[in-house]
């Protein structure tokens, strides 16, 4: 019976289709202030995937759904989060499944997620990250609590990966690393380990946080991506497809 409802609730949702580390802390929200704070920052229009045949579009939403159907019990929620991370990461030219894993492991696909340090939603976006992204994308100013909007929050989050991303030529490894630590701390490691196997550059991470932080991000990616299929999105880690 679960699978029929799946199969129909992401059948409606294709009906538009054209072609085309360690575990985070986070502060509690209680359900008072996560309904008042969805309200206030209600999500905009889910976009549409586009697969130039909409049949991998269903098959890649039904394989990502089934995956995620115990971390995010809600099928309309589920299925609207993967088309617009599909839809943000497909725009920036990143891998989607890239993005599940960062996802995977910021916030446990947790909308509302707070970390101690003040990272806020599903990709754990700093405040002060998200006005240097807004800036660059040249998008409005972004308030704290516009972090928690789902498409806000992705967009954001897709935008510093894919800065950091190229700032590290495409090594997933390091963007992945600076995407926790910071791409200062990165930029450090790599002038004392750059020329390590990559293997070895991740054991030599001095912190341990970001160290088991990019295993669980590579090991969740490697899982999406064997799901999803497709061409590998790493261009210098082969070992991470």
Known sequence: M?????????????????????AQQYEPLS????????????????????FADPQDGYKWLLAMSDRLAKRVPDEKFRVELLKT????????????QLVLGVLHVESGFKKYAVSKAGARGLMQVMPVTAQ?????????????????NQD????????????LLRQFSGNVLHAVAAYNAGPTAVSSWMAKYGGRDPDEFVELIP?????????????SYREYHRLGG????SRSLDKVC
């Open 2 to 22: 679960r699978k029929l409802v799946t199969i129909a609730v992401l059948g409606a949702a294709l009906a538009p289709f054209g072609a085309q580390g360690v």
């Open 31 to 50: 359900a008072s202030v996560q309904a008042a704070l969805s309200r206030a920052i209600g999500d905009k229009g889910v976009p549409q995937l586009k």
């Open 85 to 96: 991370v599909h839809y943000e990461a497909t725009r920036a030219g990143l891998d989607p």
């Open 132 to 148: 240097a992204v807004s800036r660059r994308l040249g998008l409005p100013e972004v308030g704290r609590e516009e972090l928690f």
């Open 152 to 163: 806000t929050n992705i967009r954001l989050g897709v935008g510093y990966l894919e800065q």
């Open 207 to 219: 912190y341990q946080e970001t160290r088991q932080y990019v295993k669980r991000v590579l090991r």
């Open 230 to 233: 497709g061409a590998c999105g």
